[in-house]
């Protein structure tokens, strides 16, 4: 599906993408993780073909570079973790926007275009919240009415930027388990850029380790997330420890620092 070799990317005399390498195959949920200013943001805008790049970038085998806007958004959708939304619009109308790619100009929206929209809200529970103004959304209700509008686009491969980074943690859970719903049932593809790693290690099918612009080691969550690589990319200190029901990894930061604060409020209370 998605296959990314040699791929270089600059912002300017600054080189941020050096020779990085990715594959995504449909039905498959690959998180992308690394410190911050690594590049994995920088990925997708290349993916996407937003940003200028040397290297190849295809799509079931049609290079990104080749394809128009238009009809790259008929495959490609994205979330970011703070996108902008047009203001004065409902929820309804912002999801329905995903459809715009499949309309000839001046089209109007058929029944089937309006099915898809309330499908993709109720799929990411948003539905209750059609009728209000985006500018009343909390920011977690609006990264859900953005998880519709891509889905309503019904791509092929859907990028994800940090996407639960507004949301509660039942909201972070029941997005990532949607996700793997629709590459099971929808063949997508999903490449999601996430901070949190035991998040990525409890719903990727892999994980691929990015440092400066690189990707390091990509393969199963238990192989790639170990406590001598997360020292070596991150510099901290973790444990490791073993899900009791799916056996994937559980990542606990080191926990002299907390031990230092209870110390502290210890003697303070004394």
Known sequence: MLTVRALEASYGPRPVLR????????????????????????????????????????????????????????????????????????????????????????????????????????????????????????GGERQRVVIARALAQEPQLLLLDEPTSHLDVQHQVDTFGLMIELCREQQLAIVAVVHDLTLAALFADRVALMSAGRIVTCGAPADVLTAEAIASIYGMRVRVLSHPDTGRPIIVPEATAAADVTRLGTEAAS
């Open 19 to 138: 020779g990085l390498d990715l594959d995504a195959s449909r039905g498959e949920l690959v998180a992308v993780i690394g410190p911050n200013g690594c590049g994995k943001t920088t990925l997708l805008r290349a993916i996407t073909g937003v940003l200028r790049y040397d290297g190849e970038i295809t799509i079931d085998g049609a290079p990104v570079r080749d394809q128009r806007p238009a009809a790259l958004a008929r495959r490609v959708a994205v979330v970011t973790q703070a996108a902008t939304l047009p203001q004065g619009f409902s929820a309804f109308e912002v999801a329905l926007m995903g459809r715009t790619p499949h309309l000839r100009l001046l089209q109007s929206e058929s029944r089937r275009d309006i099915a898809i929209v309330r499908s993709a809200m109720e799929r990411a529970d948003c539905w209750a919240l059609r009728d209000r103004p985006v500018e009343e959304l909390s």
